[in-house]
C-alpha cells in the first residue's frame, strides 16, 4: 500500500474488536470458535498455503435451523475445522439448513457443496456468481483465452505456466451450484428473518454482504477487511472496470455505521465509514502511484507496472497466485485510469500505457 503522509485523524480509525482473533492473527494462529453475539457464531477454518491463514465463516440460529454464512477452503483439513467448529457451536453439519455465500471464490464457496451432501442445506448466492459458478470454465478455448490475457498484460512467457490455472482446473460443485438466487436487499431466510442481502460487487460481480438487523451487525465476506485491501482483479473474459465497481460499492455504504463488522478474514472491527474512508484513500494514492510509474516508464506494460509498484511484499518475492493477483489489480487501476481519461492503453499488440492527464 502506498504511504499516505496525512496525519490520521481519530475519526480515520477503526477499533478492533475480535481482540482474540488479532492476536491469533499474529501469532499466525487459528483463532477459537466465538459467539459473536446469542446464536451468531464465528467459525474459523484453515486456508491452507495462503498469507490469508483462514477462513472466517459465521454460523446463525434461526428458526429454520442453523445457517452457515460461507464455507471455507475445498481441503480435507478445512473440512475437518469447520465440522469442528460447528460441533463447538453446539450443532452438527448434518443438521446445516442453508449455505449463505458471500461470493463464489473457493475460500468461500468451497465446501458449499459438502456441506449439501452432508446435511441436504440449500446453498444460496447472488445470480452473477451463480452464473460464474455455471458458466466457467465449461467455455472453449478458456485455458488459451487466460494466456492470451497474460501475454496481453506484458508478462514474460516463461512465467506463464506458473501463473495460469493448469488445463484441468475446474470449479469444485459447479454442476451443484446455486439452488437459491439472492437479489439485492432480498431477505434469503424468510420475509420475517433479521437478516437483509446487500449487494457489493467488485471483488466479484455478485459479492454479497449479510446486515443482521437483530444486533445492528455486518457480515462483509471480503468486501471490507479491517487490515488489507480485497484484490479486484478482472476476468480475462472481458474488460471491466471492477475498481470503478468497487469504489461505487464503497460509496453505497459509507452511510452505513453498523456495532461491529464480521469480516471473512482477519478480525472483527467497529468503525465501518472509518474503514471505508480507509481503503477509498488507499486506491486514490494506489491511482496516483500508477500514473507517476507509467509517466516515468511511457510505453510500459501492466507487468512492468505491476513490478515497480509498492507492495506489502516485495516484487522479486511474490509467485504464483500472489503475483498473479498483483498484476490484475495493477490491471485494474490501468484500465480504470483509461476510463477516467487519464491513460491510454496503446497496444502493440500488447499493453502499451501512456499518459494523458496527470491530474
Partial sequence: MPVDDRAPTAEDQITVTGTAQQRAWRDRLLPAVEQVRPGLWSVPTPFPNSPLRYVLAYLLETARGPVLVDTGWPSADAWDGLVAGVAATGHAITDIAAVL????????????HAVRKASGAWVGMHPADAAVIRDFPLRDGWADEDRGWLAGRGVPAAEHDELAPPASFTVRGRLHGADVLIEDGARPLGDDAPLRAIWTPGH?????????????????GDHILPRISPNIGPSPAGPEDTLGTYLDSLAAMEDLDPQEVLPAHEYRFAGLPARVRQLRDHHRARLDEVVAVVADADGCTTFEVAERLTWSRPWDQSRGLVRRSAIGETYAHLFHLEQRGRLTN??????????????
Wanted: net charge negative.
Fill in 204 to 220: 466479484t460481480p455478485g459479492h454479497l454482504c449479510f446486515a443482521d438487523e437483530r444486533y445492528d451487525v455486518l457480515l462483509t
Fill in 346 to 359: 496503446n497496444k502493440n499488440p500488447n499493453d502499451h500505457w501512456h499518459v494523458v492527464s496527470p491530474a
Fill in 101 to 112: 455465500v458471500t461470493h463464489f471464490h473457493a475460500d468461500h464457496f468451497g465446501l458449499a
